[in-house]
């Protein structure tokens, strides 16, 4: 339970990390560009890494170790505060800059 505890806690304090580094700033919508796409890299990269994951406990030789179930409710929970902690961060983002929503449109 306590390395469990430990990524849990290591997943919140850097997606706070994020969200405290890039809301306090002004922003245009030329310097929005470079978030945005890096956003897109990191689900990329959480979507490659789930993968990898769910590939390696499936060849595990220690296969039966670990509840599929688990496994489940922790990349489902992952998932959800990633894209909770980028939906937070545009929110303020846009609240701090002044910007519409219909500025990601164009």
Do not use: Q
Request: contains cysteine.
């Amino acid at each position: 339970h306590t390395s469990s505890s430990a990524v849990f806690l290591i997943i919140v304090t850097n997606n706070f990390g994020e969200i405290k580094s890039s809301v306090f700033k002004k922003y245009t919508l030329e310097s929005l560009f470079p978030i945005v796409t890096s956003d897109i890299v990191e689900r990329f990269y959480l979507v490659f890494d789930i993968l990898v994951v769910l590939a390696r406990l499936n060849i595990s030789a220690r296969r039966g170790a670990v509840a599929w179930a688990d496994v489940m409710w922790w990349l489902t929970l992952l998932v959800v505060i990633e894209v909770g902690t980028d939906w937070v961060k545009f929110c303020l983002i846009f609240k701090f800059s002044d910007l519409r929503a219909s500025t990601l449109e164009t």
